[in-house]
């Protein structure tokens, strides 16, 4: 687990000024919906926390640790991102599986990658199955079971279920709580679904014009008197 603590962060990019002045608290061990227009620098703001990008000015603090004092694979390893569109290389299962371990100059272990299938409900996919031949919700999951290989200590999830059924939507749902309650990761879940933030999500931050909005309980969040989050909800232009 990790408390992960930004403090007046800036980034401009090409004259753009995409986040402005962010303060904020995502705290150790807890599922934190990131929500907001398009436009609004939650992407963005992910992508800091495992150095993608870095900020212009401000400084990001795992476990009071300097970010930018942190070596970056180690980062990387730390902080694991699952992205929407399941990003695979060509092979199989298990050369998806072993590519955390590949760039490490190491390997994965078939009981290991076994293991790994197993606790995101792959168990009955082989380790030999080319990787073209898994549905949305297969390829999402094996990306899942990817960020765990190196065992973070925080989840950094990118609109994980957007393109997925509704019955994939529950099935990652179920998988992202049942990792959180057997490793007591930290996740941070950007999702434009406000309803999947409320059950899903035990605390909201909503980002707008790269700015912190407001921050409340997910379980308030669609009942919220907030103007602006009801207006976000309600779908009226920002």
């Known amino acids: 687990m990790s408390t992960i603590q930004l403090d007046h962060i800036n980034v401009i990019r090409n004259d753009q000024h ?23 620098g939650k992407t963005t703001l992910l992508k800091l926390l495992n150095g993608l990008h870095s900020p212009t000015s401000g ?3 795992f476990d009071d640790a300097p970010l930018s004092s942190m070596n970056l694979l ?16 060509s092979g199989t299962v298990y050369d998806n599986l072993n590519l955390p ?11 290991v ?15 030999s ?32 279920t957007s393109s997925l059924d509704p019955r994939s939507v ?3 749902e179920k998988l ?31 980002l707008r014009d790269g700015h912190v909005e407001h921050i409340g309980k997910s379980s308030t969040l669609l009942n919220s008197e907030h103007a602006t989050v009801r207006d976000f909800i309600e779908g009226e232009e920002l």
């Not at 371990?101 to 009981?111: D, H, M, Q, Y």
């Not at 990306?143 to 925080?154: D, E, Y």
């Open 18 to 40: 995409i986040l402005h002045d962010i303060s904020c608290t995502f705290p150790s061990g807890t599922i934190t919906a990131l929500i907001g227009p398009s436009g609004a």
């Open 59 to 61: 400084e990001i603090y």
């Open 74 to 89: 180690q980062l990387r390893a730390d902080a694991g991102m699952a992205l929407q569109s399941a990003p695979m290389i």
């Open 101 to 111: 371990c590949v760039i490490k100059g190491e390997s994965l272990t078939e009981e």
């Open 113 to 127: 990658a076994l293991q790994l299938l197993d606790q995101v409900n792959l168990d009955n996919v082989p380790l």
């Open 129 to 160: 199955q080319d990787i073209k031949s898994l549905s949305g919700g297969q390829r999402q999951r094996l990306s899942i079971a990817r960020t765990l290989v190196n065992q973070p200590k925080v989840l950094l999830l990118d609109e994980i």
């Open 170 to 172: 529950k099935e990652v």
């Open 176 to 206: 992202i709580h049942r990792i959180h309650q057997d490793h007591q990761v930290t996740i941070i879940w950007i999702t434009h679904d406000v309803d999947q933030a409320a059950r899903a999500t035990e605390r909201y931050v909503m």
